[in-house]
């Protein structure tokens, strides 16, 4: 369908009149009556009651107004993003990551990287591990942040962190003043778990089969963040990624080191065909200065 026929019919709605439309589009009134005519005949709608020279929009009018605004408006944000990728800027960067860097590390970043880049849309999508290695093997994120092992190709891997998990206690608890725990200490607590299809429970079950340690467990969950609320609320310790240990800290709990040490792996995913830029770059340096800065306030 000819986009004219839609330009002279949002003239008119804008105008309220034919000969107003006329001189919105530098056009004559008569070749603006053909478009709308035009219009109404491949749509199959009538769009303006007319009588003695003048047009009153009907329901479906209205109704088709609303759909061409937020043409128009997605035209605009088109025209300004091709104005910023001709100046050598970003318009947009669409980032996917594990939940124990999406909750409160990168909102973090974020927080400082908008003072330097105030027009940049930022779009962050927390996922699965597995997720998120789909979106980059699909070229659909400029990069994301993951733990798993991977299945897929299309994509740059860079090792973000190996930090090692640590083990959350009440601060009442027996244990909250050592300087380390291991497997065997844990089993002899109210200890939560992970759920069965997170990455980080596939690890610990490995390190218990190994020592030949037993955990018994009332609650599990899937993620770090509720697992140290759970610590929070005195339900029991649990083991938590190294990021979620330090930007969750709290009087309430002690954060321990795990002994022997199991890495926390994040990787940086990168999809090949992904042109990078500026901003791209930018914030990416800056979750790298963050995260010296968190892991530097880890027990050791």
Known sequence: MNLSYFAAFRAVMLAGTVSGAAQILGRSQ????????????????????????????????????????????????????ALRLAKGEASEINIATMPA??????????????????????????????????????????????????QRSGFRVEMFS???????????????????LSLEDLS??????????????????????????????IYETNLSAPAYAMVKHGLGTAIIDPFTAVLQRCEQVRVVPLAPAIP????????????????????LEKMRELREKVLSELPV
Do not use: C, M
């Open 264 to 283: 926390f792996r994040v990787s940086l995913l990168r999809p090949e065909t992904r042109a990078t830029n500026p901003a791209i770059e930018a914030l």
């Open 162 to 180: 190996t930090a090692p998990y640590v083990v959350a206690v009440p601060a009442n608890h027996p244990y909250a003043d050592r300087s380390s």
């Open 188 to 217: 002899g607590t109210s200890f939560i778990s992970y759920s069965s299809f997170a990455p980080g429970r596939h690890l610990f079950d490995q390190a218990s089969q190994s020592s030949g340690v037993e955990t018994d467990h």
């Open 101 to 150: 860097l999406g909750l409160d590390f990168i909102p973090f970043v974020l927080s400082q990287f908008y003072s330097d880049w105030p027009n940049i849309k930022v779009t962050l999508s927390v996922r699965t591990s597995t997720r998120v290695e789909e979106y980059a093997a699909a070229q659909q994120i400029d990069f994301g942040f993951a733990e798993i092992s991977y």
């Open 30 to 81: 008569p070749a603006v009556s053909r478009l709308l005519d035009k219009l109404e005949y491949e749509l199959g709608v009538q769009l303006f009651e007319r009588r003695k020279g003048l047009v009153t929009p009907t329901a479906h009018a209205y109704a088709l107004l609303k759909e061409i605004e937020r043409a128009y408006v997605s035209l605009d944000s088109l025209r300004i993003s």
